[in-house]
């Protein structure tokens, strides 16, 4: 079954500057890459997703870029601020035709602190 | 984007009890999701369960411990059967629309 490592498992940063939170995964048959973010309390919630055939993508402060032959994709944010404070859980599954599961296989977790 | 709700939002149970836990959605879904968040670790996929058939658990999970109905497309329940506090742990419903999965507000359940 798919493998999903995450790193850092903790991150601090200051406010203004960029995170990096990195996965990789196992099976090269998953070809769906979401992100969640999870406040203290509260559900997971999607802020980004990017699907095999897209090497990268952005929305506003949030980029997320995949590199399908190394088996990795990462969030990149900029300009944190300190609402950007929580959990961040990366995620692959397989979807569409053929082999579709559509179970999510999440990483660890990485606790994100943005220092005001 | 889907309206997930769960019944109790949490609950405080004795060991050896059992407690069910129910999932509804705002509209028809095909696959509904239940997964396990353990005190400050990451989710993990109970069971897949589709309606119409039986649900399908992943590798660590038996149908006795937490049996799972799937009644009709908006609506799931999980049961964990005959606790112990190792059991204490968010539960959370997800579905699944256009390929992204929405997940419920999950039900905290602490047993004693």
């Known amino acids: 079954g798919e493998n999903v490592e995450q790193h850092p498992s903790t991150l601090s940063v200051q406010e203004g500057d960029s995170a990096v939170i990195k996965c990789t995964y196992s099976d090269s048959a998953s070809n769906y890459f979401p992100w969640y973010k999870q406040e203290l309390g509260k559900r997971p919630q999607l802020i980004i997703d990017i699907r095999s055939n897209v090497g990268e993508k952005k929305d506003q402060r949030i980029a997320v870029t995949l590199n399908k032959t190394a088996k990795h994709f990462s969030l990149h944010i900029t300009e944190t601020q300190p609402e950007d404070s929580a959990v961040y859980f990366c995620a692959a599954t397989t979807i569409g035709s053929g082999g579709s599961n559509y179970k999510l296989t999440f990483g660890k977790g990485t606790l994100l602190t943005v220092n005001p | 984007s889907a309206v997930i709700s769960q019944k109790p939002s949490r609950d405080i149970c004795q060991r050896g009890t059992s407690l069910t836990i129910q999932c509804q959605v705002d509209?028809?879904?095909?696959?509904m999701f239940w997964y396990r968040q353990q005190p400050g670790q990451s989710l993990t996929l109970i069971a897949t369960?589709?309606?119409?058939?039986?649900?399908?658990?992943e590798s660590g999970f038996v149908i006795d411990k937490f049996p799972i109905s799937r009644p009709n497309l908006t609506f799931s329940t999980l049961t964990v059967s005959n606790m112990s506090p190792e059991d204490s742990s968010i539960y959370l419903c997800?579905?699944?629309?256009?390929?992204?999965?929405?997940f419920g507000p999950g039900t905290r359940l602490t047993v004693l």
């Open positions: 509209s028809q879904v095909t696959m």
């Open positions: 997800s579905v699944s629309r256009t390929d992204t999965q929405y």
């Open positions: 369960a589709n309606q119409g058939s039986e649900a399908t658990y």
